[in-house]
Structures are given as structure tokens and as C-alpha cells.
């Protein structure tokens, strides 16, 4: 009788914190719809979620769909930033592995090209399709042609973002989660939509033609970032490095990367920021193969 007492007991206070975090675990995942700093950072310590630095990392899939409810009262200090970087990464790294899955088939229809076989209508309708969402045009109208230039394109623009450079960015551009956008829109990357009535009115412009966009969470807003990175042309240096450093089997080097990413932001002394968190928060540890972890 006092082994079920206590059993109940220990289910009544674990419901009640599960309530006040409203989690939910899926797929080997703890998501977080809403919870606290302190509740966040007792979460993380409770799955060895510390130092992200270590080569080949182990994160654990804990997934915040929004910061904390308490992150704009919670000063500002190098401390909160870590907290930041820890909440990003996990999302940044499942982003990766969506586009990855991606990726795959067309790792597989490459090979298959190189042995001399012929674009199937299946490949033809994935490569249209992928064409479409990564904005790839190409004006060949024969289709095995067409396919050919199609997959050459779309391996340079379907791939992993590097890690650091979504974290730096967001962390930056977003005031470390702070800023208003962040809070009420999970925009963490002052990202915009032009000529719409749709989204967040900038506060410093009222008479402004575009709209800050509102996401459903924050992993939508680092799918849409990391999709951008991998489809507009204002990002085709990142790409081009991407491609340079596969082919070495290397992680790009990020903290060159992101400096041509200032036209992003106007924050002054951006270069210096950038420069800054790369090397005092060692973000270019992050991109040596870091991997997600199932945490139940």
C-alpha cells in the first residue's frame, strides 16, 4: 500500500509539471508548448544537455515550439545566450534531417545517372517538384537533358544548413530571442513578406510596404531561414562554399560565411557581433557532425 501511495504521489506531481510545461513525448522527442526558463533549463539538465561544443555532439531531442514565457524578463547575460543556443540547436538539427531525407533520393538518382540509367517519370516528377521549392529554373525542354541539369542544380541547394550560422543569426538579429518579433511572432530572423496585409506592422516604419512574418512556431521559422539559404540568390556564396567543402568532407567555415549575411540586419557593428559570438560561444564547434539523440 505505501509503494502504490508513493507511485501515485510521484504521478500526481509529474502530471502537474507535465501540465504547467504542457509537453507532450512523440517519436522520441520531448516537445515544449510552453514551460518556464528555470523549467527549460532543468529539463536540459535532466537529459546531460550541457556543452554543445564537444565534436560530434549528442542532442538530445527536446524541441521548444516557443521560448519561454518568462525569457523577456530573464536578464541579459552570457548565460541566457547559452540557454538560447541550446534551445535552437535541437531545432536546427531536425530541420537539417528533413532536408537531408530530401537529399536522399537524389544522392540515390545520381548514381543511377552515372551508371547510364534514364530519368524515370517518377525522378522527373521529384525533380520538378523539388524545382518548384527551390527555385530552380531551367529553360532545356528535353527531358532527359532537363533532368540532368535539374539534379546538378538541386544538389548544390538541397542540403544541411550549417548549424552555427542558424544559431548566430538568431541569437543576433532576434536580441538573443528578446526582441518583440521573437516573442509574439517566433520571427527570429526579422524575416519579411512584401505588399501584404499579413504579419507584424514594423514599429518604426508605419507607412512600410512590407510585413514581418508570423510563424506558427519556432521550428516553421527555421525551416523557412534554412530554406531561403537553400534557394535565393542572395545566398549563393554560402552554397558555393557548402559544395566546396563536401566535396572535402569538411564542415564550411562558418564565421566567413555568415560575415557576407550583414545585409540581413542593419544592427550596427554587425561584423563585430558576429565575430564576437563565433569564437566566445565556439559556434564553429557545432557544425562537426553534431547529432540528435532520442530521449526516451
Given amino acids: 500500500m505505501k509503494k502504490l501511495i508513493v507511485a501515485l504521489l510521484f504521478f500526481c506531481l509529474y502530471s502537474a509539471s507535465a501540465h504547467a510545461m504542457r509537453l507532450q513525448k512523440q517519436n522520441g522527442a520531448i516537445i515544449v508548448q510552453s514551460a518556464t526558463t528555470a523549467e527549460v533549463e532543468d529539463l536540459f539538465k535532466q537529459y546531460d544537455y550541457d556543452d554543445y561544443t564537444k565534436i560530434k555532439a549528442q542532442i538530445p531531442r527536446?524541441?521548444?515550439?516557443?521560448?519561454?514565457?518568462?525569457?523577456?524578463?530573464?536578464?541579459?547575460?552570457?548565460?541566457?545566450?547559452?540557454?538560447f543556443i541550446r534551445i535552437m540547436l535541437p531545432l536546427v538539427l531536425k530541420v537539417n534531417e528533413a532536408i537531408l531525407a530530401e537529399r536522399?533520393?537524389?544522392?540515390?538518382?545520381?548514381k543511377r545517372f552515372k551508371k547510364g540509367v534514364a530519368a524515370s517519370s517518377a525522378d522527373l516528377a521529384l525533380l520538378e517538384k523539388y524545382a518548384t521549392k527551390y527555385d530552380v529554373f531551367i529553360r532545356e525542354k528535353e527531358q532527359q537533358t532537363r533532368a540532368h541539369l535539374l539534379l546538378r542544380a538541386l544538389l548544390e541547394k538541397v542540403d544541411q544548413v550549417p548549424p552555427s550560422?542558424?544559431?548566430?543569426?538568431?541569437?543576433?538579429?532576434?536580441?538573443?530571442g528578446s526582441s518583440r518579433l521573437a516573442l509574439q511572432a517566433n520571427d527570429l530572423y526579422l524575416s519579411e513578406v512584401w505588399y501584404e496585409d499579413q504579419g507584424?506592422?514594423?514599429?518604426?516604419?508605419p507607412d512600410a510596404q512590407y510585413r514581418y512574418k508570423i510563424y506558427a512556431d519556432l521550428?516553421?521559422?527555421v525551416a523557412d531561414k534554412a530554406?531561403?539559404?537553400?534557394?535565393?540568390?542572395?545566398?549563393?556564396?554560402?552554397?558555393?562554399?557548402r559544395k566546396i567543402s563536401r566535396s572535402m568532407k569538411y564542415p564550411p567555415y562558418s564565421p566567413q560565411i555568415v560575415s557576407h549575411m550583414?545585409?540581413?540586419?542593419?544592427?550596427?557593428?554587425i561584423a563585430g557581433l558576429i565575430d564576437f559570438t563565433f569564437s566566445y560561444y565556439k559556434m564553429t564547434k557545432t557544425d562537426f557532425l553534431p547529432e540528435l539523440r532520442n530521449v526516451y
Avoid at 550560422?165 to 538573443?176: F, L, R, T
Wanted: aromatic letters at 8%; charged letters at 30%.
Fill in 165 to 176: 550560422i542558424m544559431v548566430v543569426s538568431a541569437g543576433i538579429y532576434s536580441d538573443w
Fill in 62 to 83: 527536446i524541441y521548444l515550439r516557443r521560448l519561454p514565457n518568462d525569457w523577456k524578463e530573464v536578464p541579459d547575460s552570457h548565460d541566457k545566450h547559452r540557454t
Fill in 219 to 221: 521550428e516553421e521559422c
Fill in 227 to 241: 530554406l531561403k539559404i537553400n534557394s535565393h540568390i542572395n545566398y549563393d556564396y554560402v552554397r558555393a562554399a
Fill in 262 to 269: 550583414m545585409q540581413d540586419s542593419n544592427l550596427p557593428n
Fill in 200 to 205: 507584424m506592422k514594423p514599429l518604426d516604419d
Fill in 104 to 110: 536522399a533520393p537524389l544522392e540515390e538518382m545520381q
